[in-house]
């Protein structure tokens, strides 16, 4: 078990709305990024943030935000939901610019 | 145009067997993840590595930098190694870049 727990794991919600997935990291690691995979693909880099600050965003649209906070867990927000935006979201948290990472179980997001 | 090559993408097996999966990557990293999928989505990480070769029980790992290649392989191959597997190496950019997985069935 790594130490990095993601919530919800499942989440249904309606084209249009918005949502926010929680992301704890690990102990002692201050760099959390985002990652999104889609059915039979493979993660697709959203964006990281290290000590509370973006650090790296991948090709995303600005309706999918984030945060991290002091204590480094950090939440992925996407406003005015598309049926594309089903995918499993998933978070690694790592120290600094250490390769290192360690993966939650992810947050399965169906979109209808 | 992915920046990681993964083969095969399908690979079944029966038990027993020794299983290769190979990744390639364009250019240079700092480190390289295998990484197991299994359904439900979690992922674990196998390996970690940026030269040589590393091993873990039936797992070993394995790295040529100069040629930017990667290969798992898995001896004695078991039904409950049956997952998806992902190279996701790791540039400078600090980022992991995702290959898109070999999915992996073992039969009893």
């Known amino acids: 078990e790594t130490g990095v727990t993601q919530s919800p794991t499942h989440l249904i919600k309606t084209r249009g709305q918005q949502v926010t997935l929680r992301c704890s990291s690990q102990s002692g690691h201050n760099t959390v990024s985002w990652y999104q995979q889609a059915l039979g693909q493979g993660p697709q880099f959203i964006f990281q943030y290290y000590r509370e600050e973006e650090n790296g965003r991948g090709n995303f649209p600005p309706r999918f935000s984030g945060l991290q906070f002091p204590n480094y867990s950090s939440e992925l927000n996407v406003n005015a939901l598309e049926l594309d935006d089903s995918a499993l979201y998933l978070c690694a948290s790592s120290r600094g610019q250490l390769p290192t990472a360690f993966f939650g179980q992810g947050t399965r997001l169906t979109v209808v | 145009k992915n920046e990681v090559e993964q083969s095969p993408q399908n690979l079944t097996a029966q038990e027993g067997e020794f299983i290769t999966i190979n990744c390639s990557y364009s250019?240079?990293?700092?480190?390289l993840h295998w990484l197991q999928q299994h359904p439900g989505g979690g992922i674990v990480s196998l390996f970690m590595l940026s030269s040589g070769k590393k091993k873990h029980g039936r797992l070993i790992a394995t790295i040529n930098i100069q040629e930017k290649h990667s290969s798992l392989h898995i001896t004695a191959s078991h039904p409950r190694d049956s997952a998806v597997y992902i190279c996701a190496p790791w540039y400078n950019t600090d980022k992991l870049i995702f290959g898109t997985g070999t999915r992996l069935q073992v039969f009893p």
């Open positions: 250019v240079g990293i700092s480190a």
